[in-house]
């Protein structure tokens, strides 16, 4: 088969790789129909993710049909078509039990593995760990497109957004980074009742989209504007955001989250941070602020995938550009010029 190799910081290829092949009992193999790439791959491209080596297949997310299951399958079945969690999950240690999906210990202490630590999506096939509960059946009426924007970004974006970040009713909510994630954010934040959402960034195409996705206002980081100023004039008194999720990932932006903040107030790191941040104890200490940051369980996905195919929301609304397995390369380039392209969700789908 063919498949997205990475081969060390800064160098990717789309080559002929062995086909995947059952290895437990409790895997399955699936036929990936669409497939997209994630902020977090930029990440890896960087050489921000380490863990990541040389030979490894790239991609978290996607929808396609089960070809293949192991005898200890009991949910799943050959045909079924499913999303690909970007979390796998034994359900039966610990920490699945308690719904810490993404430190399952049966896993080795973390759940995201695709495009990680075992090989990807970015592929034509691929193997899926303890597919009877990283699979989930894709209703009739929802797209394979729909379903890729479930296995991740939509489930990050509410889950270490907007959950992490206690979003309730009333609440004024900044959202830093208006990429799929903090889109993600964006959409899911209403359903927790926030009376204000803002988007910041500075890629404008992304700013005015935001507003379709739910954000009621917009800050732009152009030269000059005073981004936490800009925040705190959207609070009712002036003293700061109740709750600011960080969706970059870089030590500039999660200190506009903390700085933007009143006292009392949340930051949610969403951000996959790649240097080390520094934190103002000494100023913070006395502020009764919660920082909350973590690595996405996708255990909303079903709660989400409901949303969708009530037709409450649609994440179809996410992919910006659509190409073909073989023209992957060029997906990477176009979503790593998100801002001149144009570009939220780029998805790569086989062509028969
Ligand atoms: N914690 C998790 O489980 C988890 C899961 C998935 C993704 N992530 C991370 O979430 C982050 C966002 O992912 P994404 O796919 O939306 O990435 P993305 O790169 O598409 O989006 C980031 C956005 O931030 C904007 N930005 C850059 N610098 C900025 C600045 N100084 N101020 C304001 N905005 C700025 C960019 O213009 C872009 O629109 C990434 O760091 C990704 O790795 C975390
Ligand atoms: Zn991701
Ligand atoms: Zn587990």
């Known amino acids: 088969m063919k498949a997205l190799v990475y081969h060390g910081p800064g160098s990717k290829s789309w080559e002929d790789v062995p086909d995947p092949v059952l290895q437990d009992e409790t895997d399955a193999i699936v036929r990936v129909e669409t497939t997209t790439i994630c902020g977090t791959d930029l990440h890896i491209l960087k050489g921000d993710v380490p863990a990541v080596v040389d030979g490894r297949i790239l991609g978290h997310e996607g929808v396609g049909v089960v070809t293949e299951i192991g005898a200890g399958c009991t949910q799943v079945k050959v045909g079924d078509r499913v999303i690909i969690s970007c979390v796998s999950k034994c359900m039966t240690c610990s920490y699945c039990l308690q719904g810490l999906t993404s430190h399952c210990q049966t896993l080795g202490g973390i759940g995201w593995i695709f495009g990680h630590l075992i090989d990807g999506t970015q592929a034509e096939l691929v193997r899926v760990p303890f597919a009877d509960h990283g699979l989930i059946p894709l209703p009739d009426g929802v797209s394979a497109e729909q379903g890729a924007m479930l296995s991740d970004i939509l489930p990050t974006g509410y889950e270490i957004g907007v959950l992490n970040g206690a979003v309730k009713e009333g609440d004024v909510v900044a959202v830093i980074g208006a990429g799929p994630v903090g889109l993600s954010a964006i959409m899911t934040a209403a359903t927790r009742g926030a009376?204000?959402?803002?988007?910041?960034?500075?890629?404008?195409?992304?700013?005015?989209?935001?507003?379709?996705?739910g954000a009621t206002d917009t800050v732009d980081v152009g030269a000059g504007v005073d981004v936490v100023e800009a925040l705190r004039a959207h609070s009712s008194d002036g003293l700061g955001v109740d709750v600011a999720i960080e969706a970059v990932g870089l030590p500039a932006t999660f200190g506009t989250a903390l700085d933007s903040i009143r006292p009392g107030g949340h930051v949610a790191n969403v951000g996959v941070h790649g240097e080390s941040v520094s934190f103002p104890l000494e100023r913070d200490w006395i502020n009764n602020i919660t920082i909350t940051t973590g690595l996405v369980n996708a255990t909303t996905a079903p709660e989400l995938l409901e949303e969708v195919t009530a037709g409450r929301m649609d994440p179809g609304k996410f992919v910006t550009h659509r190409f073909t397995f073989d023209q992957v390369i060029e997906a990477y380039d176009t979503f790593a010029r998100a801002a001149d392209e144009h570009a939220i969700k780029v998805v790569i789908s086989r062509t028969e």
């Open 195 to 213: 009376s204000k959402v803002i988007a910041v960034d500075s890629n404008k195409f992304r700013l005015e989209e935001s507003l379709t996705f």
